[in-house]
């Protein structure tokens, strides 16, 4: 007998039957290549992705894992992160839930120019999440609202020049007005967010 399915899985959660596609990657002209790279390979600044299967909802939902076009879809358009629908929005700014496992909230600046791989989300889903997500639970989180938030580089594997192939260096986050942007197979898009305000989810179900 196999185990039900959650109830909830997160849009941007991978499948087990969504899997990387492996490519041969390069050394080329200041930077990584694909050994048979086409152009949607890599985004319109320049950062080349890795590729992924699309296989949603076949299988098991792998939550530690997120699938890399989805995630790139609700960063760019503000999607929640849980639905896939419009994050919220109010005259304060788009709901963000962020993680506080250092107990930051209390901070004056705090999360201001917090750079993010986790993409918005909607108020329903919000409130789903944290009832529902031990990582957010573990972890603890508060939620944000953001009055502007600017793509501005990738999280993902970067790689060294070497005589035979690249050689990774490390995971990291890396800005796309870096010279590394050239050397970093792309997995997640983050957003700085700017102009943060602290709120609970009552008062952001209230502005709804």
């Not at 919000?126 to 502007?148: D, I």
């Amino acid at each position: 007998m196999t185990d039900p399915q959650p109830k909830v899985v997160p849009y941007m959660a991978a499948w087990s039957a969504e899997q990387r596609i492996v490519r041969t990657l390069l050394c080329g002209k200041g930077g990584i290549v694909y050994a048979d790279e086409q152009p949607h390979d890599r985004d319109s600044r320049g950062a080349l992705w890795i590729g992924t299967t699309l296989g949603q909802g076949r299988g098991r939902p792998e939550f530690a894992r997120t699938h890399a076009q989805r995630q790139r879809r609700c960063m760019r358009a503000l999607l929640c992160q849980v639905c896939g629908g419009l994050a919220d929005r109010s005259e304060q700014g788009v709901l963000w839930l962020v993680e506080d496992d250092e107990g930051r909230a209390e901070e004056a600046n705090w999360p201001e120019d917090l750079v993010t791989v986790h993409p918005p989300i909607c108020v329903p889903c919000a409130h789903q999440s944290l009832r529902l997500c031990p990582h957010l639970a573990e972890r603890g989180s508060v939620a944000v609202r953001v009055r502007e938030s600017a793509v501005e580089g990738v999280y993902g594997q970067l790689y060294r020049s070497s005589r035979h192939s690249p050689v990774q260096v490390r995971q990291d986050t890396v800005f796309y007005d870096s010279p590394e942007i050239r050397w970093v197979l792309a997995a997640q898009l983050t957003r700085t967010l700017r102009g943060c305000t602290v709120v609970d989810l009552a008062a952001a179900t209230a502005s709804t």
